[in-house]
T-cell receptor
Framework: SQELEQSPQSLIVQEGKNLTINCTSS?????LYWYKQKYGEGLIFLMM?????EEKSHEKITAKLDEKKQQSSLHITASQPSHAGIYLC????????????FGQGTTLQVKP | DTAVSQTPKYLVTQMGNDKSIKCEQNLGHDTMYWYKQDSKKFLKIMFSYNNKELIINETVPNRFSPKSPDKAHLNLHINSLELGDSAVYFCASSQGQGSHEQYFGPGTRLTVT
């Protein structure tokens, strides 16, 4: 079965600093999905990556999928307190069921 | 205006009791899901329904039974609650059966004492 490992597990950064979260899959990814969870709330979809080498950006967040489609990174530029939360990467199952397999999450704190 | 709503938000109950969590989505989506997030924040799929039909049924104890009266609702009933059932349960929905872009509810924190 597919497993996703995220690193680091937790991260504390000063406001304004850049940071990167990594997600490594045990198998080739059919699709990779980044979600964010704020404390006490549900997950919010951020971005989807499907093609090897693909890169997408939304505001100050950039996500990349490597050419081999086994690793993804999420980069935040000039972090703000609003970026704080838990970031989860999810692997899409190709079985057309919508099944997502999640990594264990990376908890991000941004100090003002 | 809440897209995916769950009730209750918090649920504290004793071992052996039976409880239900309700979920409703007003997005017009066809597919709904239940996820469990454990104390280590690990999130795992439990069930999914597409137009009231069961699609995903992961290795979940028989004490857990999802029910979908219509495509806008997916409830989760749990019998004979155990300490290990304590977790946050999330409902989600998506436009199509195979869509991984899912919209999550705020979660229900279940505590079994």
């Amino acid at each position: 079965s597919q497993e996703l490992e995220q690193s680091p597990q937790s991260l504390i950064v000063q406001e304004g600093k850049n940071l990167t979260i990594n997600c490594t899959s045990s198998k080739t990814l059919y699709g990779l999905y980044w979600y964010k969870q704020k404390y006490g709330e549900g997950l919010i979809f951020l971005m989807m990556l499907q093609k090897g080498g693909e890169e997408k950006s939304h505001e100050k967040i950039t996500a990349k999928l490597d050419e081999k489609k086994q690793q993804s990174s999420l980069h935040i530029t000039a972090s703000q307190p609003s970026h704080a939360g838990i970031y989860l990467c999810g692997a899409g199952d190709p079985s057309n069921t919508g099944k997502l397999i999640f990594g264990q999450g990376t908890t991000l704190q941004v100090k003002p | 205006d809440t897209a995916v709503s769950q009730t209750p938000k918090y649920l504290v109950t004793q071992m052996g009791n039976d409880k239900s969590i309700k979920c409703e989505q007003n997005l017009g989506h066809d597919t709904m899901y239940w996820y469990k997030q454990d104390s280590k924040k690990f999130l795992k799929i439990m069930f999914s329904y597409n137009n009231k039909e069961l699609i995903i049924n992961e290795t979940v104890p028989n004490r857990f039974s999802p029910k979908s009266p219509d495509k806008a609702h997916l409830n989760l009933h749990i019998n004979s609650l155990e300490l290990g059932d304590s977790a946050v349960y999330f409902c989600a929905s998506s436009q199509g059966q195979g869509s991984h872009e899912q919209y999550f509810g705020p979660g229900t924190r279940l505590t079994v004492t």
